[in-house]
């Protein structure tokens, strides 16, 4: 008697720029992961974190030098194999950190291609709410990745708000219907 084959796992990688632990913007990223994992059931789902700032100095390096460290390389392939992404940074001076940025400044232009990702920020004040669709936006689009349609921001005052809830759950859900397409 034949079993049904169990589908592969989705292959979800968060990349989190935040620099404090915990970091609201971490927060954001588990939150929207959480929710995609949720949707994409019954097929299994396994998230994979980056942590950014445990690997600066290796951006760093690579930056300067175009040495890739064993850890950036877990970090690169991680995203090579994933089946979607989800990017968050911590907005400083109406932008995405500078080592959101460096990360990505060390990528192969061709690694992301076709992927989807969601685009997330955090950041002090409201004033930055438009930071992932007007700078995060192109640099995934440079990339050629599929970034979805709609982005997430969260600033103190929206940590409360049920809106919030709403942004990330569309967001994860056209984040797995990318993926499952």
Same mark, same amino acid.
């Given at each position: 008697?034949?079993?049904?084959?169990?589908?592969?796992?989705?292959?979800?990688?968060?990349?989190?720029?935040?620099?404090?632990?915990?970091?609201?913007?971490?927060?954001?990223?588990?939150?929207?992961?959480?929710?995609?994992?949720?949707?994409?059931?019954?097929?299994?789902?396994?998230?994979?974190?980056?942590?950014?700032?445990?690997? =600066?100095?290796?951006?760093?390096?690579? &930056?300067?030098?175009?040495?890739?460290?064993?850890?950036?390389?877990?970090?690169?392939?991680?995203?090579?194999?994933?089946?979607?992404?989800?990017?968050?940074?911590?907005?400083?001076?109406?932008?995405?950190?500078?080592?959101?940025?460096?990360?990505?400044?060390?990528?192969?232009?061709?690694? &992301?291609? =076709?992927?989807?990702?969601?685009?997330?920020?955090?950041?002090?004040? =409201?004033?930055?709410? &438009?930071?992932?669709?007007?700078?995060?936006?192109?640099?995934?689009?440079?990339?050629?990745?599929?970034?979805?349609?709609?982005? &997430?921001?969260? =600033?103190?005052?929206?940590?409360?708000?049920?809106?919030?809830?709403?942004?990330?759950?569309?967001?994860?859900?056209?984040?797995?219907?990318?993926?499952?397409?």
């Amino acid at each position: 008697m034949n079993t049904p084959a169990q589908p592969e796992p989705f292959r979800l990688v968060v990349v989190s720029a935040g620099t404090s632990d915990p970091s609201s913007t971490r927060l954001l990223a588990d939150r929207t992961a959480q929710r995609a994992a949720e949707l994409a059931a019954p097929g299994p789902v396994t998230v994979r974190v980056i942590e950014l700032r445990e690997i =600066a100095a290796d951006i760093s390096t690579a &930056l300067v030098s175009q040495l890739i460290t064993p850890k950036l390389q877990q970090a690169i392939t991680a995203l090579g194999e994933a089946d979607g992404i989800i990017a968050a940074a911590p907005v400083y001076q109406a932008a995405p950190s500078g080592l959101f940025t460096s990360f990505l400044h060390v990528l192969d232009n061709d690694l &992301l291609i =076709a992927k989807p990702v969601v685009l997330a920020a955090t950041a002090g004040t =409201a004033r930055h709410a &438009l930071v992932a669709d007007d700078q995060m936006r192109p640099m995934f689009a440079y990339l050629r990745a599929l970034t979805v349609p709609t982005s &997430l921001f969260a =600033a103190p005052e929206d940590w409360a708000d049920p809106a919030l809830n709403t942004r990330i759950d569309r967001a994860a859900r056209e984040l797995v219907l990318l993926m499952e397409s």
